[in-house]
């Protein structure tokens, strides 16, 4: 009998060429060999089927993040970039220049993806976790996947072409679950742009399933979320001007207004800086540090149901890989949310002392690009906790990634990411206590108001 590995490999080497084949329904752009047609400008794109590109192989693009929706979201993108790829070569017309914007309606970059739960073992397998829940961290990074995808397609011409754009993750607004989403259920993510500025663009989603419960639409929407991208000149690396948006409907209208007055919000909160507020703060931290110091001068006598910032800290380390990187070559966004959002429901876990239950994200910041080969070291804390609720204690987490460059003996803030989560109630009823945390310096008080004062800026909007 022939050894295993021999037989394989003889088997393999019979493998007929592998080519490619793109499915047509998800391409925005019409195919040079007769495929479907781009959807005109006031129709939206078929959905996009989660679990499409698990059985299959794709081809292997440089700078190209897998997972059962990016490798979706990459075909559907597919054509777009074959043709501008394959415009300077041919000969064909350039992308339009940045003086021809034309304004598009949010229909246009319209793009749902949905993922058959109930129906689709394989897919199902990928988001479960070991409680049998959703994966939110795998959700998260499909969220920023499929922004980006919209961007392109807001950012594309007719014909599926487009300047040669960078088109990155700014920041994440606040993102919360409002219902909780079942790994058994199908589910859909539906988004669109809803703002534009010169450069940048704001993306809402939606998250939706349907159960008996929901029998209203709008009580099947679990979860939405906000992503504003920016867009940059490949070549120059400065901000590129993008298509202005046209709101046509009712609700397009509203939901550009709702992103418009958060894009002043945010303007005015960077402009914000009077020495009353100063002298508040002086007096904010001093409450904040008293007991804070009694843990660290008097440990013998500090509250047993506090603890200390410091003693909630985790974190790790990794090499950022080019299996990692997107289409331009840096590391996938989606990628590193998710692995902040699992360090973060690692901590949680360990704080807590049972499984926790996500309840938002309260804000996400991408201060610079994570390129390959980054030394990224992600520092993740419990900044503080919300006790007045005894059903349903909330626990506030900062994660921190810092890419740090060993030979320059370098290390910058790359990512700020901030969560909140809570127990699950069967746990409180076994008589579970969430202890208080408390800063021990004064960094750490000003980290925890900083937060607390965003947050109630988020309530209050």
Excluded at 197 to 211: D, H, K, N, Y
């Amino acid at each position: 009998m022939a050894p295993l590995h021999r037989t394989l490999s003889n088997r393999l080497l019979k493998l007929p060429p592998f080519r490619p084949s793109w499915p047509h329904a998800a391409r925005f752009s019409a195919a040079a060999d007769g495929g479907a047609p781009v959807p005109p400008p006031s129709e939206s794109s078929p959905p996009i089927d989660a679990g499409s590109s698990i059985r299959k192989p794709i081809s292997l693009w440089p700078g190209m993040y897998f997972s059962p929706v990016t490798n979706a979201l990459w075909e559907a993108r597919s054509k777009m970039f074959e043709e501008v790829d394959g415009a300077g070569a041919s000969g064909k017309a350039a992308p339009p220049p940045a003086s021809e914007l034309v304004p598009r309606s949010p229909a246009r970059s319209r793009t749902s993806i949905f993922y058959k739960f109930s129906s689709d073992y394989v897919l199902r397998e990928q988001y479960r976790n070991p409680w049998n829940k959703i994966r939110m961290g795998k959700l998260v990074e499909d969220l920023d996947a499929l922004a980006g995808t919209i961007c392109y397609k807001h950012c594309s011409s007719d014909d599926g072409t487009t300047r040669p754009l960078l088109l990155v993750t700014a920041s994440v607004d606040r993102m919360v679950l409002k219902r909780p989403i079942h790994i058994d259920t199908d589910l859909q993510i539906e988004g669109a742009v809803t703002w534009v500025g010169r450069s940048s663009m704001e993306i809402q989603l939606e998250v939706t399933q349907s159960t008996e419960e929901t029998q209203d639409s709008s009580d099947s929407v679990a979860l939405t979320a906000n992503f504003t991208f920016v867009a940059r000149d490949s070549r120059t690396g400065k901000s590129a001007p993008v298509n202005p948006i046209s709101p046509e409907t009712e609700r397009e209208r509203l939901l550009w207004e709702e992103a418009e007055n958060r894009n002043k919000m945010r303007k005015k909160k960077r402009e914000e800086s009077n020495k009353d507020g100063k002298v508040e703060d002086s007096s904010r931290l001093q409450a904040l540090l008293a007991e804070g110091r009694v843990f660290c001068d008097m440990p013998a006598l500090a509250d047993r149901d506090s603890i200390l910032i410091r003693d909630t800290c985790f974190e790790n380390s990794l090499i950022c890989q080019p299996q990692q990187r997107n289409i331009h070559g840096r590391i996938f966004g989606g990628f590193l949310m998710r692995r902040a959002f699992e360090l973060a429901f690692s901590s949680t876990y360990a704080f807590a002392g049972a499984a926790p239950r996500f309840i938002e994200v309260d804000h996400v910041d991408f201060l610079r690009p994570v390129d390959v080969g980054n030394f990224l070291r992600l520092k993740c804390c419990v900044l503080y906790t919300e006790l007045d609720n005894p059903d349903e204690p909330l626990i506030n987490v900062e994660v921190v990634a810092h890419v740090m460059r060993p030979e320059l003996r370098s290390s910058e803030v790359s990512n700020k990411f901030y969560f909140t989560f809570t127990v699950r109630p069967e746990a409180l009823n076994d008589g579970l206590r969430i202890r208080k945390v408390v800063p021990s310096t004064e960094e750490e008080a000003r980290r925890v108001l900083e937060r607390m004062d965003a947050e109630s800026c988020q309530t209050s909007s």
